[in-house]
Structure formats: structure tokens, C-alpha cells
């Protein structure tokens, strides 16, 4: 069974941090590349930082320098470490492999004020 469970968001003023965690279930997690995506109101969903099963990462321009992507490959989680945030990080935040499984969990909102 699939299973995709984000949280951890919430509301920041501009320049604060937050830290979102997934839990995955091993058919989504193990041994893919697992990415964070975020989709904000109007947008399309966007891709903005992966890690490899091995630990390497790569993140969007939008929030290189300021996000940070890691996993725990014991307990199937993939966290991303927000630091520096502003008003257009706002979204709501999900995890998925790379490429993308077609079930997407509920996600969770981050709101950024200024």
C-alpha cells in the first residue's frame, strides 16, 4: 500500500524557519530518489529540492542556500529544513518519489507572512 503522510507546517513570519517531515511507505521510498515539491495557490506543483538514496541533493534556485533536504533511510522519512523563509515559499509543501508516484499525500500548508 502506498502511503504518503507530510507535516510539520505551519505559519512563520519572513525570515523565520520551519522543518517538514514525510513519512513514506517502502513502495514510494526505497531505493528511489525521494523529492520535496510545493504548489502554491493558482500554480502548478513544483519541484524544489531531491536526495538520492545515497545522500546527494539538488535543489530549485528558488531556495538553494536556504533549504535543506535529508533522509533517514531506517524509518523511511525525508525531511526538509527551511530556514530564511519569505512570503513566496508559501505553499503547500508535499513529498513523492522523483519521478513522482501517481498517489500524492494531503501535504502541509506553509504560510510565510511579511
Known amino acids: 500500500q502506498e502511503l504518503l503522510v507530510e507535516s510539520g507546517g505551519g505559519l512563520v513570519q519572513a525570515g523565520g524557519s520551519l522543518r517538514v517531515s514525510c513519512a513514506a511507505s517502502g513502495s514510494i521510498f526505497l531505493g528511489n530518489v525521494m523529492g520535496w515539491y510545493r504548489q502554491a495557490p493558482g500554480k502548478q506543483r513544483d519541484l524544489v529540492a531531491t536526495i538520492t538514496n545515497g545522500g546527494s541533493t539538488g535543489y530549485a534556485d528558488s531556495v538553494k542556500g536556504r533549504f535543506t533536504i535529508s533522509r533517514d533511510n531506517a524509518k523511511n522519512t525525508v525531511h526538509l529544513q527551511m530556514n530564511s523563509l519569505k512570503p513566496e515559499d508559501t505553499a503547500v509543501y508535499y513529498c513523492?518519489?522523483?519521478?513522482?508516484?501517481?498517489?500524492w499525500g494531503q501535504g502541509t500548508q506553509v504560510t510565510v507572512s511579511s
Open positions: 513523492n518519489s522523483m519521478p513522482y508516484k501517481s498517489y
